[in-house]
């Protein structure tokens, strides 16, 4: 794949170390990255400026980071267990969250104008307003790692269990419903709603793309490198989902109907996790190594690689959202 190396673009976003770890798109059009290790948020400009805002806390450990309803960016602390927002002004606050050690990661917005998020340590999925009122909602199963969520078409709120092997629907009332997957031990991180109305995710210790309707029914698209540990996931607007390779330095492309496309990323070993989509089209990859990826529209060639979904398998378990 070496020939996909000059249609990626490498961005600096920070220095070695602050780790890049969480991207979303912006209501300003800029890109918003989480700076794991530093204890930063940093704003990429479409133009390639680059802004790094500092946290009250260099170890309150930025994680994944959203758009939220009233024009901010909203992002979890996953080390210190609050839930924080930034304007676009660079001005940010936080709030601690209700249930203390709670580790929040996943956060995305809800249909109904608030904020939910996962607290991986304590099996909840929490849900505060933009004024930092929380409730939270104690998941009916334990050491479950709750991870990513996702608004659905549905009108729900859909998540990932990593160490539960399911993918879990919960209701603006609460309400709970959990889809144990085929392949034991799959390890479930991302997840997103697609443009086909189905919910989207990847399997971490699988090495698998799944696909899961409103309705409960499960599709698994194996990849060709079982040992990708795929991380996050993010629709395409013209179809299928792009998402993150951590342990094969790649971004992959899964169509529709399950075939595969792959990009070798130019920097060996950068890690990349989080994944977005700017609103030019534009696919960006958070590499921890310090650097932002682009694979810009014309690099959406690849290499195909057909595989039907399938489950059932066993890889047995691995380290899980780190890969």
């Known amino acids: 794949m070496a020939d996909e190396h000059r249609l990626i673009s490498e961005f600096p976003v920070t220095g070695q170390g602050a780790g890049p770890y969480g991207v979303a798109a912006g209501p300003d059009g800029a890109l918003w990255f989480t700076l794991v290790h530093s204890g930063h948020i940093s704003r990429l400009r479409p133009g390639g400026e680059v802004t790094t805002y500092r946290l009250d806390s260099a170890g309150c450990g930025p994680s994944v980071i959203t758009p939220g309803p009233d024009g901010a960016m909203w992002f979890t602390r996953n080390r210190d267990h609050r839930i924080g927002r930034i304007a676009m002004d660079g001005t940010s606050t936080s709030f601690a969250t209700p249930t203390p050690e709670s580790g ?30 929380f409730t939270e909602f104690v998941l009916p199963v334990r050491g479950a790692f709750p991870s990513m969520i996702t608004a659905g078409p549905d009108g729900a709120m859909w998540f990932t269990l990593n160490q539960a092997g399911a993918i879990g629907r919960i209701d603006l009332d609460g309400t ?21 109305r189905a919910l989207w995710f990847v399997e971490i210790i699988a090495g698998q793309v799944g696909r899961i309707t409103p309705d409960g029914k499960i599709q698994e698209f194996p990849l060709p490198d079982r040992t990708a540990k795929p991380h996050a996931i993010v ?54 190594t310090g650097t ?3 694979l810009s529209q014309r690099g959406r ?7 039907p979904g399938r489950g059932g398998e066993n890889p047995g378990r691995d380290a899980s959202l780190s890969g």
């Open 292 to 294: 932002a990826a682009r």
């Open 235 to 288: 629709a395409d607007p013209a179809g299928g989902c792009w998402f993150t390779e951590w342990a094969a330095n790649r971004v992959g492309h899964i169509g529709p109907h399950g075939d595969f496309r792959h990009y070798d990323l130019p920097t060996p070993a950068s890690e990349p996790h989080g994944i977005a989509v700017a609103p030019d089209g534009t696919v960006w990859a958070a590499l921890e």
């Open 301 to 307: 060639g690849g290499n195909r690689h057909d595989g």
């Open 176 to 196: 709970v419903t959990l889809h144990d997957l085929p392949t034991a031990g799959a390890g479930p991180v991302g997840i997103t709603a697609g443009t086909d």
């Open 104 to 133: 929040p990661f996943g956060i995305a917005a809800g249909p109904d104008g608030a904020l939910w998020f996962t607290e991986m340590n304590t099996d909840i999925v929490g849900r505060v307003t933009v004024d930092g009122v």
